[in-house]
């Protein structure tokens, strides 16, 4: 009696942590970023990361740029793309769970698994 109470109550707890994107959503953030020419400085959020060609992480889905200085070229920056997990849609049959995608960021995956900046001379 009292093993089967631990399960219920353990399986009760898991589904209040997690929601539909979570569980079954595209939570990858890994991106690949890239520029021509390659070699370009790359920051994310305005903090340094590396070099160009990258693969950055992203940790929050929420408002991400990415930033591209290289000398001689024009400094430009575009945007991380995300959309809405369709998946997440799921969460009208247990509304705790559109909560947990919420915070967690996983009611949205990033659009593009690449980001390629075509840099422009500056003017001599």
Same mark, same amino acid.
Not at 7 to 19: E, N, P, Y
Not at 66 to 93: C, D, R
């Given at each position: /009696?009292?093993?089967? =109470?631990?399960?219920?109550?353990? =399986?009760?707890?898991?589904?209040? *942590?997690? &929601?539909?994107? #979570?569980?079954?959503? !595209?939570?990858?953030?890994?991106?690949?970023?890239?520029?021509?020419? @390659?070699?370009?400085? $790359?920051?994310?959020?305005?903090?340094?990361? &590396?070099?160009?060609?990258?693969? =950055?992480? +992203?940790?929050? +889905?929420?408002?991400?740029?990415?930033?591209?200085?290289?000398?001689?070229?024009?400094? #430009?920056? @575009?945007?991380?793309? #995300?959309?809405? @997990?369709? $998946?997440?849609?799921?969460? +009208?049959?247990?509304?705790? &769970?559109?909560?947990? !995608?919420? +915070?967690?960021? !996983? /009611?949205?995956? *990033?659009?593009?698994?690449? =980001?390629?900046?075509?840099?422009?001379?500056?003017?001599?």
């Amino acid at each position: /009696m009292f093993n089967r =109470l631990m399960a219920i109550l353990s =399986l009760a707890g898991c589904m209040l *942590v997690s &929601g539909c994107a #979570t569980m079954f959503g !595209d939570n990858n953030r890994a991106i690949a970023v890239n520029s021509v020419p @390659q070699g370009a400085l $790359v920051y994310l959020n305005n903090e340094p990361v &590396g070099t160009t060609p990258i693969t =950055l992480n +992203i940790a929050s +889905i929420y408002n991400n740029s990415v930033m591209f200085k290289k000398p001689g070229y024009l400094t #430009t920056s @575009q945007p991380v793309a #995300t959309e809405f @997990q369709s $998946v997440g849609l799921l969460n +009208i049959l247990f509304p705790p &769970g559109f909560i947990v !995608d919420a +915070i967690s960021g !996983d /009611m949205f995956k *990033v659009s593009s698994k690449t =980001l390629t900046a075509n840099l422009v001379k500056a003017a001599s």
